[in-house]
């Protein structure tokens, strides 16, 4: 390989990832998946249901992560452990993503187009607390089970 065919190779896998953390997210799950194999599967399943309902009106297929930050953190943390943290933002509520170890990955940045988000010394989220929205627990498991179905 010379080194103009990998640099093309890399020009082409930053353009299929985006979400922050994808190049140094390379830790794996009960099932060998990397957050980058796993962002492969959830961009089937991330749909207008699965998104936060005061953001629906908003989401749309060029914008597949908008609204799903929490239970897609949530399940990550299910797949791969560590910490569920949240960024506080402009209105109040805060964008999860996780931090495994040494590694900090966020599947759903990508709704923010190109602002960056500060993920240093942001607080651990509580399940229970974000989990106490029932349609939030419904539409995690939703995601769970369709991603499921997809292993």
């Known amino acids: 390989m010379t080194a103009t065919t990998g640099r093309a190779v890399t020009d082409e896998v930053k353009r299929m990832y985006r979400f922050y953390g994808w190049d140094t997210a390379n830790i794996k799950d009960s099932l060998g998946r990397t957050p ?3 962002y492969d599967l959830l961009s089937g399943i991330w749909c207008e249901y699965t998104c936060a309902p005061r953001m629906r009106r908003n989401w749309s297929e060029d914008n597949r ?3 799903q930050c929490s239970i897609t953190a949530f399940l990550m943390q299910d797949l791969f452990g560590g910490k569920v943290c949240g960024v506080r933002l402009g209105d109040g509520n805060y964008h999860c993503f996780n931090v495994v170890g040494d590694c900090v990955f966020d599947l759903t940045s ?3 187009g190109d602002e960056k988000l500060n993920y240093e010394d942001c607080p651990e989220q509580a399940r229970e607390a974000h989990f106490a929205k029932e349609e939030k627990r ?3 498991e939703y995601l769970k089970q369709h991603l499921m ?3």
């Open 36 to 38: 980058r194999e796993l």
């Open 65 to 67: 992560t908008l609204g």
């Open 110 to 112: 990508e709704q923010f």
């Open 138 to 140: 419904q539409r995690y």
């Open 149 to 151: 179905n997809l292993s």
